[in-house]
């Protein structure tokens, strides 16, 4: 079974950065859709920004000119660069393949947590 793993989350204040990876060695990633979701407590899992098979890129109104999903088709890797976090960006956030045909790749989930 194909492994999507996450790394880089933590625990920044608000107005800080960070940057997640998710990387699946065998994942050809240009094969497929590409994106990021996140769930906060209480909350239900939510779409955040993704890369269309086309290479559409698109975000969430929230996320808008804040964040930047990237990749590296060499090193399998997904990358979600997160600036200017605010309290609302808490949540896990997972990484997230799929493609027609495929049973879709998530990633194990990640804590951001930015403080108030």
């Known amino acids: 079974q194909v492994q999507f793993v996450e790394s880089g989350g933590g625990l920044v204040p608000p107005g800080g950065s960070l940057k ?3 990387v699946a060695s065998e994942l050809s990633l240009g094969a497929y859709a590409v994106g990021w979701f996140r769930q906060a407590p209480g909350k239900e899992r939510e779409f955040v920004a993704a890369r269309r098979s086309a290479g559409s890129i698109y975000y969430t109104e929230s996320v808008r ?11 399998h890797a997904l990358y979600l660069q997160m600036n200017n976090l605010k ?16 049973p879709g790749y998530w990633g194990q989930g990640i804590q951001v947590t930015v403080s108030s």
């Not at 000119?65 to 090193?75: L, N, W």
């Not at 309290?87 to 495929?102: H, I, L, M, Q």
């Open 20 to 22: 997640l990876s998710c």
């Open 87 to 102: 309290p609302e960006d808490t949540a896990v956030y997972y990484c997230n393949a799929d493609r027609p045909g495929s």
């Open 65 to 75: 000119g804040r964040f930047t999903i990237s990749e590296d088709g060499a090193k």
